[in-house]
């Protein structure tokens, strides 16, 4: 996976491999629900540095089309997820995941 | 040059995480965005670079911002306390094992692929006209489902 | 051109259905998006009759003579979705005509649903591999939409739970995208199948995301809480297809047709399908929540799945393709008999009620047939799929793993059977005495899958011949070129 044609190229795939590492750090060990919301922005960077910087010099307008996409889907993963933040604010007052009430399993 | 900039993707990502509070995290995970933007430029992905400072750095950190300051600062959730020291442990420990490996990770060969002189409206139109079907469905999937949290809202809220 | 109707006639309704909203409340929605549902399953049987038995039929669309360039493929399997799609949703449809008249915005309510119809579509339709995660995210979102519509405090965090974990599967899924495309430069399974790709680590990353999305154990922590807080419908149509399309046929399309076909992946799928099967069946056992024990006894039947699909011989693709179909049909049924039992009643804990079948005799019915069929008890079509599922266990000699999967299906029975002697048989509770049958449309859906149940029992062999044969051919298809391919080019 690391691209060849780049100088310096490793640094790119441990720069993405990092990206993923905090992004799920972050979802695993945070209890407010808008930090689990950061958690998986910082993941879907991670992976499009991937798609581009693996795709450096020949693929380099299909791997955009692909990070346009990706960057449009999660605007509204974000959104839906801000929305449902905002109605669980307004039922109890609270953002803590460990507030839950039916995790049994 | 690269370096720097790689960096700061990755440190300003990880203040996102660490920082205790929620505006300075979310201002730091914007820094961090427009630094995968220049990232982007440099490499040879302009619409990318754009879309990302635009739209991640710029929508997505709007939303955010609206969402805290709608929720107001008494909704602070008091995190478990860990210490910051164990997150570089572990992150420190987990590039040990990273840089081991990435030598061994497969060299990407590519086969020269012809037609990509096309520019990036035609790739997208044309090309891929099935994933643009496919955005205007995540959008109003997204449109629909908030309209229905919004009106649940004002239903409950009576 | 045809083809992509399956797409396009979902999503324009959607986009009229607040519009017309704005008219009539309750009447012209109902009607819009039940003809819609209508439309599309007429369109389905339609082209199965057309159908030529093999191959695939690929279409490029032209728009007024400018080249649109969208490439709609359909064989075997597709089709056996695309009809399943069209049978749920329909019957979803007209269930909540009646349902979803205590729910708030009955226009917005089929908006989403409508939109979660198309994107279901357009996986199945589709032969390439990025636009499959685009449409899977989208039918994801509209499935969190539709369980928030609960309005609960428990339906929004059992929507927030819902969200992130399949948000995770998700990054899971589009990380082994762009390894593959990083590597092959190429995202159309065919191109990739040709291009003899081939890594462990993205295997891995596409077991584990789609695992969750059909949330076999120990990924299935999002199932039980997201289905008990979610309206009725919820269940039945996410359980019954979503889970199926965004799950067991990415899977299938994955495994089967763009990566070599391996011998470890296939113990995998065996592996996670016989635990899921083990630990679904024993976690159903103690619930009193009709849904709660649903959605358990959904993960368990999945197992089943998946492990008739992850055997790789014909019998068991045969077997598993066909307990896909039935299982669609039988738990949409007793998620709306749930349903209707909470509408009737108010609750669904079955410690609070008893003796409903006096007064609702179609509803205890369907749920007779609906539980029989879940059991595998001949002659409904529950059994037929399970047997063959056995067969092809005893063909390749894993006699331990029949021997779980029939104590299992008896254990089904059990615990089946005594939920629905709970509520509906015994002495009738104090404040339940004036319970009266539900409406009309309600009862009509049940009926109506009942039937289906019934049918596809008894006539389990034309079937079996039309619909399950080619579509398991696809699979065969890619295990013998993978196969070939190894022992000719090495």
Redesign the interface.
Known sequence: MANNLLPYGWMYVYTVFAMLFIGFYCIFARRSMIRLLIGLEIISKGICLLIISGSYPQNITTAQALVITVIVIEVCVMAVGLGLVINAFRHSASIDVRDFSNLKG | M??IL?AG??IF??F??LLKD?LK??IS?MI??IM?GI??FK???P??GV??IS??AG??MV??I???S??GSD??????A?PVAV?IV??LI??VV??LR??C?????????SG?Q???GE??W??????M??????????V??????????R???K | MFLFIFVALPLITASFMLIAGRFSRKLLPDFLANLCFFLLLCASIAISRLWPGAGQYSHVLKWFNTNLNIAVVLDGLSLLMIFTVSLVALSTGLFSINYMNRYGSKSLFYAILLVLVASMNAIVLTADLFTMYIFIESAGIASYGLVSLGGTKYSTEGAFKYLVLSAIASSFILLGIAGVFVSTGTTGIKEIAGSGFFSKFSVILFLGGFSLKCALVPFHAWMPDAYTAAPAVLPAISSGVFVKVAGIYAMARVFFNMLPFNAEVSSVMVYLGIISIIAGAFLALGQARLRRMLAYSSISQVGYIILGIGLGTPLGIIGGLLHLFNHSVFKALLFLNAGAVEYAAGTDDSLKLGGLGKNMPFTSTANIVGLLSAAGVPPLNGFWSKLIIVIALLQVKMFLYAFVAIFISVLTLWYLLLIQRRVFFGKVREGLQNTREVPFWMNFSMVGLGLVCVWAGVSFAPVILKWILPAANVLIEGIRTSLSNFVIGG
Do not use: W
């Open positions: 690269d370096v790689l993707v990755i990502a990880a996102a995480v929620m995290a979310v995970l961090s965005s995968l990232v982007f490499l040879h992905a619409y990318a879309f990302e739209v991640v929508l997505i939303l955010f609206m969402t805290i709608l929720i909704a602070d959730v008091k995190e478990p860990v997150f572990l992150f987990f590039s990273i840089m990435i030598f990770l497969p060299q990407v060969s590519h086969q020269l692929m990509e096309m520019r990036i790739v997208l044309i090309c891929r006209t099935f994933d079907v496919g955005q205007i469905s995540v959008i109003f999937a997204g629909f489902v908030l309209l229905a949290v919004v009106s649940a809202r239903r409950n809220g």
